[in-house]
């Protein structure tokens, strides 16, 4: 009798080792749990971003709009505002539309930042105006600006808005190179092309056009980190960059720069 019941304790205590998991299958399943956890956050805050960019634009009337947007400086000169009949160095860059805002307001100070504005369409002008007094106008409408406010939406300043807005192709090719600088916001050369930022060098880099040309002190910064509100911070912060990337050429034979990784020099 003792040695059948010790077999029968054996036997047990061998099936409920058997069944028990082992620490390593628990750690596997924790690990697969939080990962889709994960994804599905991802996908979610994905879902939040688009239905809030779908939103970005209000039409209220046929002429009165509500926008969201980046404040851009536009690259609009003379030869425009003889056709336009205005002038302004300010470009509201939706996910979908672009708009030259009119004001005598100082709005410098909204530059680079997500903002909401309210205004109405100027006469004559509509939403997919491609030609004004026979003039092109770059795919952007004309607002005269009623209402200008900051907003704080993570969606307006993150790689999918910017991806819409910036049409560089994105692809390291040219010359590797190292620059050293800080960071500021740039006039576009043209209302569709979306050089919005350029470093400004420590030291001059010799021109590629030859002798007699200039030498370059700033040149278009094309950051690929799409982290605008970090971007932000370092022009506001005037902070000095080691910046690693490929000069490229660029609108009107100019050179562009393709920054594919940074490095803070002097931050606080």
Not at 10 to 33: D, G
Not at 76 to 89: D, I, R, V, W
Not at 235 to 261: D, P, R
């Amino acid at each position: 009798m003792n040695k059948a019941l010790i077999l029968l304790c054996t036997f047990l205590m061998i099936a409920l080792s058997c069944n028990k998991p082992k620490n390593k299958n628990v750690n596997q399943v924790e690990s697969i749990s939080n990962e889709t956890e994960a994804k599905s956050l991802k996908t979610e805050d994905k879902k939040k971003c688009s239905e809030q960019l779908a939103d970005d634009f209000m039409l209220e009337t046929k002429q009165k709009i509500k926008a969201k947007g980046i404040l851009r400086y536009s690259g609009l000169g003379e030869y425009e505002k003889k056709y336009y009949g205005f002038h302004t160095k300010y470009l509201l860059q939706s996910l979908k539309y672009k708009f030259y805002l009119i004001t005598e307001k100082d709005i410098e100070k909204f530059v680079g930042q997500c903002i909401e504005i309210e205004g109405e369409l100027r006469e004559g002008w509509k939403l997919d105006t491609k030609e004004f007094n026979g003039q092109y106008t770059f795919e952007a409408s004309a607002v005269d600006l009623n209402a200008i406010k900051s907003v704080k939406n993570t969606c307006c300043l993150n790689t999918i808005t910017l991806k819409k807005e910036n049409p560089i192709e994105d692809k390291p090719f040219g010359e590797f190179t190292i620059l050293n600088g800080t960071i500021a916001y740039n006039t576009r050369p043209a209302p569709d092309i979306a050089y919005d930022y350029k470093i400004i060098l420590e030291e001059p880099i010799p021109n590629p056009h030859g002798e007699g040309a200039p030498t370059i002190e700033a040149i278009p910064f094309i950051p690929q980190n799409k982290n605008l509100r970090r971007i932000n911070q370092l022009i506001k912060n005037k902070t000095k960059v080691k910046a690693k990337g490929y000069k490229q050429g660029g609108f009107a034979e100019s050179i562009i720069f393709l920054c594919t990784k940074y490095e803070v020099l002097n931050e606080d």
